[in-house]
């Protein structure tokens, strides 16, 4: 059995980051330290998970900002920066020069990789913390981090506010996956476009209607048109010439007179905020939910199933003369489609009055008047797919 001066330090003290005491450990649990080799103190925890939160709250509160390089510099206290800079590297594809932000900290799949690395840097081997604990981990650090569908589609954006392209061969793993979001998994670099990318992947994950497309000006046709913009609504503006195809769209964060002040990617090579002239726009479009079409939601709902068989018996019944179909037609519809026997009420009584006057035969007409009225209820309950 290994004697405790032979257990690496970060496994002794729960502390996967081998981080000094301070604001992040207490806020984790931490109330007392161990001093090792050359006076430094580590942080002791009750159980590594905390240590594994504290790790990315640390990072989170005084590391943001900084590149990968002089992160690594600051938390080894300058001991051995270019070791602890590789390891990460091995498990998260990032170079020297991308800047923590936290958008990536807040991001599990960018963040537990970089984590466990600088663990194996400081342990001396991979730290024996699951996959599932490292998850733990880091909810426990982010708990109001955005998740996909939940909040309002700027909440997303903003989280990965700071995230930049790589320069050369290098490539952000948060930039490729807005290309797999709408559809474009064939992309192979983030030097690629990619502002229309950022705003189709928030609206998809806050589950709003979003293009599948790469080309900015196409956002002209999503949504509904607005002249009044809000924070959250799209603007769509026109780059080199208003005739052109060449666009750039964002989120609307402030509007004046003469300014549109915008998020989105593409903006500086990341995703920042920025002031763009009100003379650039060609459109502000507001956003609107992501909707079924009007037959995957008649099939996937036995309710509208039933409604639409009451159309369906009406209809039968009109060219048959079944009585049978429509009556039972008329009862499956009036007693499933809420709302139908207010409209049947406001068109029935003119309508007959018409009918009589031309002499035309009250029954088919009002069997007519019943199923348009029936089909409009339907239609009202469906969420259909809105045209982008």
């Excluded at 996959?131 to 909810?139: F, L, R, Y």
Aim: glycine share 10%; net charge neutral.
């Amino acid at each position: 059995m290994a004697t405790t001066a032979t257990v690496p330090a970060t496994i002794r003290t729960n502390n996967p980051g081998a981080m000094w005491p301070g604001p992040s450990s207490k806020k984790f649990g931490s109330t007392t330290f161990d001093t090792i080799g050359g006076g430094n103190k580590i942080a002791i925890f009750d159980n590594p998970v905390s240590g594994a939160a504290a790790q990315f709250d640390l990072l989170a509160r005084s590391y943001t900002g900084m590149t990968l390089k002089a992160a690594m510099k600051k938390w080894t206290g300058g001991n051995s920066p270019d070791a602890e800079m590789a390891m990460v590297r091995k498990y998260a594809d990032i170079g020297p020069d991308t800047v923590l932000t936290r958008a990536f900290l807040q991001n599990p799949l960018m963040a537990i990789p970089f984590a466990k690395g600088m663990a194996e840097n400081e342990t001396g081997k991979p730290f024996p913390l699951s996959d599932d604990d490292w998850m733990k981990a880091h909810t426990m650090a982010f708990p109001a981090a955005p998740k996909n569908g939940a909040g309002n589609w700027m909440d997303l954006a903003r989280t990965d506010l700071g995230v930049s392209e790589i320069a050369g061969k290098a490539d952000n793993p948060l930039i490729m996956q807005w290309y797999v979001d709408v559809g474009h998994p064939e992309v192979q670099h983030d030097e690629t476009p990619n502002c229309a990318a950022f705003v189709g992947s928030k609206l998809k994950r806050a589950g709003m209607a979003y293009l599948e497309t790469l080309t900015a000006r196409d956002y002209l046709k999503c949504g509904t048109p607005v002249d009044d913009p809000e924070p959250g609504d799209l603007v769509i503006f026109w780059r080199n010439s208003p005739s052109s195809w060449e666009g750039h769209v964002a989120f609307v964060d402030t509007v004046t007179a003469k300014t549109v002040r915008a998020l989105g990617a593409n903006q500086g090579n990341k995703v920042s905020v920025a002031n763009f002239p009100r003379s650039q726009v060609l459109g502000f479009r507001r956003p609107v939910p992501a909707q079924k079409p009007t037959l995957v939601a008649i099939k996937e709902s036995p309710s509208l199933r039933m409604q639409a068989l009451g159309v369906g018996g009406i209809v039968v019944g009109y060219f048959m003369d079944g009585l049978h179909y429509v009556i039972d037609g008329v009862q499956t519809a009036m007693g499933m489609v809420p709302g139908v026997s207010s409209d049947l009420d406001a068109f029935m009584t003119p309508a007959e009055r018409t009918a009589h006057s031309l002499n035309i035969p009250w029954g088919q007409i009002s069997l007519a008047i019943a199923a348009v009225c029936i089909a409009s209820s339907i239609i009202r309950q469906i969420p259909r797919k809105r045209t982008p």
